[in-house]
Nanobody, 127 residues
Framework: QVQLVESGGGSVRPGESLGLSCVVL????????LGWYRQAPGRQRELVAT???????QYGDFVKGRFTISGDNAKNSGYLQMNSLKPEDTAVYYCTADILTDDDYVHGRIDESTIIWGQGTQVTVSS
């Protein structure tokens, strides 16, 4: 019953920006962590950025200050701001989250986790 839904993908020109969002649908207490991954045709899925509940952030080496990840536990959502997009950023972007469900929280299973993935949103950067 818990799922992630991404939105915000589209087609842009090099140098332009896009903002991607993902929302957790269903019953969940909070994010333990949120991540964005991407996969281009013929390539393996790679890490774009991750953020923990405490605010620890990691970015892929290719970002070089262009992307910003954020999370909003109150809204059960995450966001990825992508600036100065390049053609090589073209890929399907997936949001993933490690969540603590309401059921686990109520029963004191605070060390438990449920990892969920969205269906992906296409980002195309071309002139």
């Amino acid at each position: 019953q818990v799922q992630l839904v991404e939105s915000g993908g589209g087609s842009v020109r090099p140098g332009e920006s896009l903002g991607l969002s993902c929302v957790v649908l269903g019953s969940t207490f909070t994010f333990k962590s949120l991540g964005w991954y991407r996969q281009a045709p013929g390539r393996q899925r790679e890490l774009v950025a991750t953020i923990t509940y405490s605010g620890s952030i990691q970015y892929g080496d290719f970002v070089k200050g262009r992307f910003t990840i954020s999370g909003d536990n109150a809204k059960n959502s995450g966001y990825l701001q992508m600036n100065s997009l390049k053609p090589e950023d073209t890929a399907v972007y997936y949001c993933t989250a490690d969540i603590l469900t309401d059921d686990d929280y109520v029963h004191g299973r605070i060390d438990e986790s449920t990892i969920i993935w969205g269906q992906g949103t296409q980002v195309t950067v071309s002139s």
